[in-house]
């Protein structure tokens, strides 16, 4: 089952427009990587169907595909906007990270929220508990998704991971599906030049061998589960302290590393999921501080994104 079909059928509702508001966050969410961003897109797409008269939406066939269109095309503009505005961000912009509700809730030994229950366009939820945790948010693939032109990202993510007819991806971007054929295609090569396969088990293996290793300040077994090219990109916001630049290299990542834990005495690091693979989270006195994903390949730990921006962190605080 495609991220669409998933979306889908957890969004099931006696109602149908209000039935789309899952799938709507979860495209959002891919095209736009920010939480916020993606609600606010999709409140804007309720607010212009409610907006017509109740004859005009009585004539249209299908309220979801007018819905994702009109969706799509608020986050087309949002992207087009996207990069003038994180030219003024402070420091490096990440994505939003995701928490694993269930795997919290177990943790404190509570059940997981159904994720079937419905949801109405006019109540509030968190839009993170209405993404999808599959491959297609993992910290490294929306990293690549960062790197696309907004056409091709909308083209890409539309047709390759929720399956969308290039005819009607021609209707968000305005091109014609042959267009929006090629703009795919050319995101295509992008996520494939960027992809290594790694298990589960091994890329677990991997964060929990590091957890351990800064736990102990242990600098030389770290340096050992890092790759020599290893890059640490952290996402602060301007809010809180951290690096404004791209660490490079797996002696200075080991050396950073060891003195964060040297100067949050009381820090606790949890094995949690993150976008839906294995990742740390570090906690202090019960609220989450920073959120940190990685990538694995050949057993080492090419890159680490770690984000303490609080605003993003926002859907972590319920579980501390």
Same mark, same amino acid.
């Given at each position: 089952m495609g991220a669409a079909e998933a979306a889908g059928a957890a969004g099931a509702s006696t109602d149908p427009v209000a039935a789309e508001r899952r799938q709507l966050v979860n495209v959002a969410y891919r095209l736009l990587g920010s939480l916020t961003e993606a609600e606010d897109a999709v409140q804007e797409a309720y607010a212009?169907?409610?907006?017509?008269?109740?004859?005009?939406?009585d004539e249209i066939l299908s309220p979801g595909a007018w819905l994702t269109t009109?969706?799509?095309r608020i986050c087309l503009d949002v992207l087009g906007s996207a990069r003038a505005r994180r030219e003024r961000y402070v420091g490096a912009w990440l994505p939003d990270p995701l928490p694993d509700r269930a795997e919290w809730s177990?943790?404190?030994?509570?059940?997981p929220t159904d994720p079937a229950t419905p949801t109405d366009p006019a109540?509030?939820?968190?839009?993170?508990?209405?993404?999808?945790?599959?491959?297609s948010v993992t910290m490294a693939f929306l990293v690549v998704l960062e790197s696309m032109t907004p056409a091709e990202r909308?083209?890409?993510?539309?047709?390759?991971?929720?399956?969308?007819?290039? *005819?009607? @991806? !021609?209707?968000?971007?305005?091109?014609?599906?042959?267009?929006?054929?090629? %703009?795919?295609?050319?995101?295509?090569?992008?996520?494939?030049?960027?992809?290594?396969?790694?298990?589960?088990?091994?890329?677990a293996d991997a964060v929990r061998r590091v957890k351990e290793a800064w736990e102990a300040r242990d600098i030389p077994a770290l340096v050992d589960l890092l790759d020599?090219?290893?890059?640490?990109?952290?996402?602060?916001?301007?809010?809180?302290?951290?690096?404004?630049?791209?660490?490079?290299?797996? *002696?200075? @990542? !080991?050396?950073y590393m060891v003195a964060i834990a040297d100067k949050?005495?009381? %820090?606790?690091?949890?094995e949690r999921s993150v976008n839906g693979v294995p990742g740390l989270v570090a906690r202090r006195a019960g609220t989450v501080m920073t959120v940190a994903s990685f990538d694995v390949a050949d057993g080492r730990v090419t890159r680490i994104w770690v984000v303490r921006n609080p605003e993003k962190l926002r859907p972590w605080l319920r579980d501390g």
């Open positions: 212009r169907w409610y907006a017509q008269p109740p004859d005009r939406r009109v969706t799509g177990r943790g404190r030994g509570e059940g109540t509030p939820t968190d839009p993170a508990d209405q993404v999808v945790l599959d491959e909308v083209a890409f993510v539309l047709h390759d991971v929720f399956r969308y007819p290039f *005819a009607e @991806i !021609a209707d968000v971007l305005g091109r014609t599906p042959a267009a929006c054929k090629q %703009l795919a295609a050319s995101a295509r090569r992008r996520v494939r030049g960027s992809q290594a396969p790694v298990s589960a088990a091994g890329r020599p090219a290893a890059v640490l990109t952290a996402d602060g916001g301007g809010l809180v302290g951290t690096v404004l630049r791209p660490i490079e290299g797996d *002696a200075r @990542i !080991a050396q949050a005495p009381g %820090l606790e690091l949890l």
